[in-house]
């Protein structure tokens, strides 16, 4: 199994950046996947989760301003970020797993994370 993340970069407060994570090596249609982030120093959190059914949720300090998104017949996952703030700066991860949960250790498979720098 393969969660290949990226679209991260260096952008100033109120941009936008779109993240893309491809998946291969499992049925990506019956996973529930999930974007969580790590910051310098920090643990890493949950950002948002989408299940099979494109049901999804959210952490507090992005909702309303990010977007999880999938496509099945592509085999990925997106997080569309809007209005991004300097504490938005993380390594982003996606992640793969039957069970659909907010808990980072619950997840079976897990991408290799790609950078967002938001400067102010």
């Known amino acids: 199994v393969q969660l290949q993340a990226s679209g991260g970069g260096l952008v100033q407060a109120g941009d936008s950046l779109r993240l893309s994570c491809a998946a291969s090596?499992?049925?990506?249609?019956?996973?529930?996947m999930a974007w969580f982030r790590q910051a310098p120093g920090k643990e890493r959190e949950f950002v948002t989760t989408?299940?099979?059914?494109?049901?999804?949720l959210y952490s507090d300090s992005v909702k309303g301003r990010f977007t999880v998104s999938r496509d099945n017949a592509k085999k990925a996952v997106y997080l569309q970020m809007n209005s991004l703030k300097p504490e938005d700066t993380a390594v982003y991860y996606c992640?793969?797993?039957?069970?659909?949960?907010?808990?980072?250790?619950?997840?079976?498979?897990w991408g290799q994370g790609t950078q967002v720098t938001v400067s102010s």
């Open positions: 992640a793969a797993d039957t069970a659909f949960t907010t808990k980072a250790g619950s997840y079976t498979y």
């Open positions: 090596g499992l049925t990506f249609s019956v996973y529930n």
């Open positions: 989408i299940s099979r059914g494109s049901s999804t």
